[in-house]
T-cell receptor, first 116, second 113 residues
Framework: AQKITQTQPGMFVQEKEAVTLDCTYD???????LFWYKQPSSGEMIFLIY??????QNATEGRYSLNFQKARKSANLVISASQLGDSAMYFC?????????????FGAGTRLFVKA | NAGVTQTPKFQVLKTGQSMTLQCAQD?????MSWYRQDPGMGLRLIHY???????DQGEVPNGYNVSRSTTEDFPLRLLSAAPSQTSVYFC????????????FGPGTRLLVL
């Protein structure tokens, strides 16, 4: 069964430093996608980065990178050079092919606080 | 191009009342879904649809009905609201595929008294 685990309810990081947000997953589907979303205090869901299960290289999008370790079933988000505007909730999500259902499940989230 | 729109933005209901949360998208996406987000928690899938006329249940479907008569619209119906349904509801759409990004609406905040 699909499962996503984010073990860090809250994280603090100093401005301009890098931070890693953890995400582990469980699936028996060989074809799946892993996503990270940001939810600021205003409430909208903002897509950050995507990693496919067959991708050989780690995904990168600007200051965001995804540390994908398939054998360990982990997909950690790395934010480099943190900014005050990075303070938000961050959600890891997984989408399976699952016979064409393409259901997506989300982790419980990590709240990131960036300190000046 | 409006993306995913949801109405209303905020609603207060009394226990037992019914209502429909509206969701529409103009990106010709086959896949649409409804999530609820309770305070301090992640999103939980209520119902989803892989195309017009096709719907299925997610993780927490009880108390909710959906239908998909057109590609653009995917309304969520609460038949008899309960305080446990107080939550923020998000609608999302995407193309079909494990690698397709979901685009979210702004959410509907629902309070059931």
């Amino acid at each position: 069964a699909q499962k996503i685990t984010q073990t860090q309810p809250g994280m603090f990081v100093q401005e301009k430093e890098a931070v890693t947000l953890d995400c582990t997953y469980d699936t028996s589907d060989p074809s799946y996608g892993l996503f990270w979303y940001k939810q600021p205090s205003s409430g909208e869901m903002i897509f950050l980065i995507y990693q496919g299960s067959y991708d050989q290289q780690n995904a990168t999008e600007g200051r965001y990178s995804l540390n994908f370790q398939k054998a360990r079933k982990s997909a950690n988000l790395v934010i480099s050079a943190s900014q005050l505007g990075d303070s938000a909730m961050y959600f890891c999500a997984m989408r399976e092919s699952a016979g064409g259902s393409f259901k997506t499940i989300f982790g419980a989230g990590t709240r990131l606080f960036v300190k000046a | 191009n409006a993306g995913v729109t949801q109405t209303p933005k905020f609603q207060v209901l009394k226990t037992g009342q019914s209502m429909t949360l509206q969701c529409a998208q103009d990106m010709n996406h086959e896949y649409m879904s409804w999530y609820r987000q309770d305070p301090g928690m992640g999103l939980r899938l209520i119902h989803y649809s892989v195309g017009a006329g096709i719907t299925d249940q997610g993780e927490v479907p009880n108390g909710y009905n959906v239908s998909r008569s057109t590609t653009e619209d995917f309304p969520l119906r609460l038949l008899s609201a309960a305080p446990s349904q107080t939550s923020v509801y998000f609608c999302a759409s995407s193309l079909r595929g494990a690698g397709e990004t979901q685009y979210f609406g702004p959410g509907t905040r629902l309070l059931v008294l």
